[in-house]
């Protein structure tokens, strides 16, 4: 399929081919749903954690005798149902995070890049570099293109100083082609996509 390209002024220029398998095919919701909540659970720090009886210090005498003194009978002032005793089945530091097939995410990928294509909330641009770093630079860019809202670029290369640019930007995120994340792109309102990102995803997605 054929995509108008956007200059850095936000005027139409020339056309660039989008792959169909890509840019243009059947959205799986169930893979778009599984990826990302594999995404959140591995950014989920496990690192909850309560102490149990055995961990608490404090004496282990029984705080009265077992009977005679017509009290229910009690254990050590550590115990889960004692104040400021241990807990029975408190959280322990654990990983949350899982693997899902690469196939998966691959869809999951494919499915929002064409879901936000078929809404009209993807967009081709020229390519483009901060070379100063600065964030007005991008902001200037951006603002030609797209509102300042919600919006995922998406570059061909790690550059660093455009994504040192665009890292005090809150409404805008910067992604690699190759690095791409299903949490930011379903939830980015706008997709910009550079003209020479979006050729090597044509080959790396297909």
Same mark, same amino acid.
């Given at each position: 399929?054929?995509?108008?390209?956007?200059?850095?002024?936000?005027?139409?220029?020339?056309?660039?081919?989008?792959?169909?398998?890509? $840019?243009?095919? +059947?959205?799986?919701? %169930?893979?778009?749903?599984?990826? *990302?909540?594999?995404?959140?659970?591995?950014? @989920?720090?496990?690192?909850?954690?309560?102490?149990t009886r055995a961990?608490?210090?404090?004496?282990?005498?029984?705080?009265? !005798?077992?009977? %005679?003194?017509?009290?229910?009978?009690? %254990?050590?002032?550590?115990?889960?149902?004692?104040?400021?005793?241990?807990?029975?089945?408190?959280?322990?530091? @654990?990983?949350?995070?899982? %693997?899902? /097939?690469?196939?998966?995410?691959?869809?999951?990928?494919?499915?929002?890049?064409?879901?936000?294509?078929?809404?009209?909330?993807?967009? &081709? &641009?020229? +390519?483009?570099? &901060?070379?100063?770093?600065?964030? @007005?630079d991008i902001v200037?860019?951006?603002?030609? *293109?797209?509102? /300042?809202?919600?919006?995922?670029?998406?570059?061909?290369?790690?550059?660093?100083?455009?994504?040192?640019?665009?890292?005090? &930007?809150?409404?805008?995120?910067?992604?690699? $082609?190759?690095?791409? @994340?299903?949490?930011?792109? $379903?939830?980015?309102?706008?997709i910009v996509v550079?003209?020479?990102? !979006?050729?090597?995803?044509?080959? $790396?997605?297909?």
């Open positions: 399929m054929k995509k108008i390209v956007l200059s850095v002024d936000g005027k139409e220029g020339g056309e660039v081919d989008l792959n169909d398998r890509v $840019f243009n095919c +059947d959205v799986s919701d %169930g893979s778009i749903y599984y990826a *990302i909540r594999n995404e959140l659970a591995n950014k @989920r720090v496990g690192t909850a954690c309560t102490k961990e608490i210090k404090g004496s282990t005498a029984k705080p009265w !005798a077992q009977k %005679g003194t017509g009290r229910a009978r009690s %254990g050590d002032n550590k115990s889960p149902v004692k104040r400021g005793g241990g807990a029975a089945f408190g959280p322990r530091p @654990r990983d949350y995070g899982y %693997g899902i /097939p690469k196939k998966m995410k691959r869809c999951a990928i494919k499915s929002i890049l064409s879901k936000k294509n078929k809404e009209e909330n993807l967009s &081709v &641009v020229d +390519d483009f570099s &901060v070379n100063s770093g600065k964030t @007005r200037n860019i951006m603002k030609n *293109i797209v509102s /300042p809202i919600r919006t995922v670029l998406i570059i061909k290369n790690d550059d660093r100083m455009t994504k040192r640019a665009a890292s005090n &930007v809150p409404w805008l995120t910067c992604l690699t $082609f190759n690095k791409l @994340r299903a949490h930011d792109l $379903f939830y980015g309102k706008k550079l003209k020479s990102a !979006a050729e090597e995803m044509n080959k $790396f997605f297909e």
